[in-house]
């Protein structure tokens, strides 16, 4: 039985996502979209923010995956058949496969945060460098971004920039890129690009002093890293490789000891 509904789920799962590929390639799926896209925009903010970023779905221009709702719904009918037939461990395996999703995410989430990090020093100076020669800062970090497409920051800034051709304010646009990403000097570069739009002042000496502090950090993070690394060490040595040693050292007299000593 247990092995019967594991089956059935991930039939009817792969079964639809073919079928919904298909509807795609076709185009027959605008229907379901939009209502998928009308529920999206009834979540609850906080719903949003979870999905995003522990499942690090990207929906352009606040539309919703329609594989990630169907997937959820296809889990919660299985987990309540496997509850109502008195099934248990097929209910602990589906959270289970859940929970792991959720964490694999969640690190993916993490990992991208860092990333976005460390990139921005560069953009930072190359923004500058930019609006030093007259350039807007829109269409500086159009450009930069144009130049840079191969970075993770680079995406994240392209989106910014889509949004502002659908119509959409800077300080909306920036913000959707600060709530995407739960990093601290982010936050900080967006609200220091939002004022100075707003204001209307030069970013080029703040883009540069904000670019040379955050490197500082960064280095000293590393060094820090560095420093925790001998004591990290320490635990592992005490409890795999010392016992080893003294184990082939120590063995083969107390062996020796046990059988009557040395001759």
Known sequence: MLLLFILIFFVSTVVFFGTYKLWSYLQLSSVLDREINHLWQRAPDKLKVVVE???????????????????????????????????????????????????????????RNKTLVKELPDFCDLISMMMASGVPLILALEKVADSCNERLLASEINAVVQRLRRGNGFDASMKAL???????????????????????????????????????????????????????????LVTCFFPVNFLVILGPIILQMSQGGFT
């Open 178 to 236: 600060s709530d995407g990403c739960d990093a601290k000097p982010i936050k900080e570069w967006v609200t220091m690009l939002v004022k100075g739009h707003q204001q209307g002042a030069s970013l080029t000496k703040p883009l540069r002093f904000f670019a040379h502090q955050l490197r500082q950090e960064l280095l000293n993070s590393a060094e820090k890293r560095a420093q925790e690394a001998p004591v990290k060490l320490l635990f592992p």
């Open 53 to 111: 970023r522990y499942l690090v779905l990207k929906f352009a221009g606040n539309k919703a995956h329609l594989s990630f709702f169907v997937w959820l719904l296809l889990a919660t009918i299985s987990a309540a058949t496997s509850i109502i037939n008195r099934e248990p461990l097929v209910f602990m395996f589906f959270a289970l496969v859940l929970l792991m999703v959720f964490n694999k995410r969640r690190t993916l989430w993490l990992k």
